[in-house]
């Protein structure tokens, strides 16, 4: 066995921070993503980082005859499969979108892997999966519904591996379930960059802390949690990447498939990371309160057992790692920008 690995999506905020672990863990690997969530000069930034060109193909999950001349033309044993649609609200107003990008893709993608006779795959899945759960912490047996196209996709796919697994027990599979990504590489080179104003809480934030925005705007004071804002288990973009070289490691060295939580197993409000984030970039950033979004719960929370049990997981970064090395990012992103003319 060699250690040449698809990273699919790699061009993208997670994906690029997964490309950066495997390099430091020995792994060969290409990047096949069509770019349109993440930005042309990652690369080049990837090379800064590793001290290496990226292997990059620019093609999208959907084009056959890319993926296939792909798999011809590299020896692949793996492939960890990121590259899909991620927005929780935009799959609400483009639910087709959605369910063509993330269903048909892996769908085409294990098509394409069964021809090439490759077995081990690493899906990119979502907390999004435990829909509305009660519980304050999740393990990986709790209940699961979808509340929304995206969460829909996530566990269809999840669902179309099994079933693909049914059919060839040589199949082997990590399911990786991520609670809430936050946080940059300690370079500042990569990061969260979305292309508009960002729904999610800490791009938000960051938005607010470079002035781009005038306050962050608290959805919801009424929840059942001890200051009234939404818990939610935010894990740190580096831990998260690791814990996709452990899993591509389980699957190389004990062909051991697995479906685990990936999270600290510790919740964190709102108001608390307004405040992190606060003495992130030295001031005080101010805040709304409005009314609650639609849609969201009280607590997204992992109980990060099992990952631990069978990957040998665990976090290392705490919430002002977050925040402080998502401020590093965005500051630097911003002066490259600028010095760019964007
Ligand atoms: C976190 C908390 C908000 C923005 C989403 C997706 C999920 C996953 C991660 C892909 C909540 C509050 C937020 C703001 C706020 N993505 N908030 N003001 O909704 O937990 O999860 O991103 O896999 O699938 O659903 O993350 O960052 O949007 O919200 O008060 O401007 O911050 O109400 O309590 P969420 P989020």
New binding site residues.
């Given amino acids: 066995m060699t250690k040449q690995v698809l990273l699919t999506g790699g061009a993208g905020y997670i994906g690029s921070h997964i490309y950066v672990a495997l390099i430091a863990a020995g792994y060969d690997v290409t990047i096949y993503d069509n770019f349109d969530n993440a930005s042309k000069d990652v690369p080049d930034r990837l090379e800064q980082i590793t001290g290496q060109k990226p292997d990059v193909i620019e093609a999208d999950i959907l084009d056959r005859t890319s993926l296939r001349a792909c798999f011809s033309s590299r020896k692949f044993d793996a492939v960890i499969h990121l590259a899909a649609r991620?927005s929780?609200a935009e799959s609400v107003a483009r639910p087709l979108d959605y369910f063509e990008t993330n269903i048909a893709g892996i769908i085409i993608l294990l098509q394409e892997m069964e021809r090439a006779g490759l077995k081990d795959i690493v899906f990119s899945s979502?907390a999004?999966v435990y829909g509305h759960p009660e519980q304050k912490s999740l393990p990986e047996t709790a209940e699961v519904s979808h509340t929304n196209p995206?969460g829909f996709t996530k566990l269809t796919s999840e669902q179309i591996l099994s079933q693909a697994q049914a059919a060839d027990a040589g199949l082997n599979v990590g399911i990786l379930r991520?609670f809430?990504p936050a946080g940059a590489h300690p370079s500042g080179l990569i990061g969260d960059d979305p292309n508009s104003l960002p729904?999610?809480?800490?791009p938000?934030l960051a938005e607010v802390a470079l002035g781009n925005a005038p306050h962050?705007?608290?959805?919801?004071t009424d929840y059942d949690t001890p200051d009234g804002t939404?818990l939610?288990d935010y894990i740190h973009v580096d831990d998260l990447a690791r814990g996709h070289v452990l899993s591509r490691a389980t699957l190389l060295d004990k062909q051991c498939s697995h479906l685990v939580n990936l999270g600290t197993g510790r919740a964190v409000s709102?108001m608390e990371m307004l405040k992190a984030y606060s003495a992130a970039c030295g001031r005080n950033l101010r805040h709304k309160n409005q009314p609650r979004?639609a849609g969201?719960v009280t607590i997204?929370c992992a109980d990060p057992s099992l990952a631990k049990r069978i990957l040998g997981f665990e976090t290392t970064k705490d919430v002002m790692d977050m925040c402080n090395s998502s401020w590093n990012w965005v500051q630097k992103n911003k002066s490259r920008n600028e010095m760019k003319g964007d």
Avoid: A, C, P, W
């Fill in positions: 991620k929780v979502s999004t995206y991520y809430n729904n999610n809480l800490l938000y962050l705007n608290v959805f919801g939404g939610r709102v979004r969201d997204y």
